[in-house]
């Protein structure tokens, strides 16, 4: 199956690429990139591709059956549509774009042309992920009733001043870049349950002033210092939905000294801290005693796991479930944390 890279930056080149590479079914047949200089140095580096700087021209390629779009949040969904309306298959980065209008624009012609639309919501394919899924699918943790979700760093805003920090290019901060994956986890964990409020208030604090911000990290970097940031570095809120109530603290940004991302289930059987990336612990109580452990297994790579169902999708017509169907709901959840902060009430669906 020959395959198409759009966009060569580093999800495509830590993530994307390495995985097709090693899945036997699959060919990269172009490296599209509208900076010519990355779309050459894909073709040296991986020995293999054309290189092209117009992402038209493979539209015309019989010979393409699908395309990962690793491109920046603005382009996400006029990329998609027009290759999905050419007849090709669609991997699209998280998140499925800027804002949920987008977004169903992009499940719109999925719908119309048949062919897969899958987001890279890559957690779902996370071995430690789809664990806690079976614990709670299997009961292990009773009801599930509320979760609470932290995505905190310290003072660790990406590319100050650039593509990250333009709310026109990436529709938003850390709630888009980090806090999407984090909620899709738990939307997926949970059964994707219907979005019922949501209440929430974003903050642009630590990196308004780009000169003087002082950083402890900085990927994406440097600063511009005359460029753009007008997103959030903060956010918290609440989400009701049919299953059980999220509550979020998330921050690129925060002053204090400590990371904090994980995901707590709580349930009325035991309750799971998801490490994020990493591994889990379970918390219960047994025969009068309070009990913990920590579940040992082998942890595979969710992006190979992610790009070798995307390509076996294709060739059996498998459903996955990162499908725009279901990841729509997280995108829509996304808009209305926005929307409630914005007008500072609560967004009733």
């Known amino acids: 199956m020959k395959v198409a890279i759009i966009g060569c930056g580093t999800i495509a080149n830590t993530a994307h690429i390495p995985a097709y590479l090693k899945n036997k079914d699959a060919e990269v047949k172009y490296f599209c990139d509208i900076i010519p200089e990355r779309a050459a140095s894909a073709v040296e580096k991986y020995g293999c591709g054309i290189a092209v700087t117009d992402y038209r021209e493979i539209l015309r390629d019989d010979e393409v059956a699908a395309v990962s779009v690793c491109t920046p949040n603005n382009v996400h969904a006029q990329i998609t549509i027009d290759f999905l309306t050419a007849g090709k298959h669609v991997l699209c980065e998280k998140p499925a774009a800027r804002t949920y209008e987008e977004a169903l624009s992009m499940q719109e012609a999925q719908h119309k042309t048949g062919r897969v639309l899958n987001i890279g919501v890559v957690n779902r394919f996370n071995d430690s992920v789809n664990l806690i899924k079976k614990y709670i699918d299997g009961g292990r943790l009773g009801e599930v009733f509320h979760v609470y979700v932290s995505f905190r760093a310290h003072r660790s805003i990406p590319g100050l001043g650039g593509d990250f920090t333009t709310k026109e290019i990436a529709g938003g901060g850390v709630l888009i870049d980090w806090g999407v994956h984090f909620l899709d986890i738990v939307m997926y964990c949970c059964g994707d349950p219907n979005p019922l409020t949501v209440t929430a208030e ?28 007008d997103v ?3 956010v918290t809120g609440m ?12 921050a690129w940004a925060q002053n204090i000294g400590k990371d904090e991302m994980y995901i707590d289930f709580m349930g009325d059987k035991a309750g799971v801290r998801l490490y994020y990336g990493k591994d889990f612990e379970v918390y219960t109580a047994e025969h009068g005693a309070l009990v913990s452990y920590k579940p040992e297994f082998n942890m595979t790579n969710h992006f190979e796991n992610e790009i070798n169902a995307f390509v076996r999708c294709i060739q059996t017509g498998e459903r996955l479930p990162s499908h725009i169907d279901s ?17 500072h009430r609560e967004i009733v669906f």
Request: proline share 7%; hydrophobic share 35%; net charge positive.
């Open 239 to 250: 989400i009701r939905t049919e299953g059980p109530v999220i509550t979020f603290g998330g």
């Open 202 to 229: 974003a903050f642009c604090r630590l990196g308004r002033n780009i000169p003087e911000y002082a950083y402890k990290n900085m990927w994406a970097g440097p600063p511009k210092h005359g460029g753009i940031y």
């Open 232 to 234: 959030e570095d903060s």
């Open 327 to 343: 990841v729509i709901i997280t995108q829509r959840i996304l808009q209305a944390v926005y929307d409630s902060a914005a007008t």
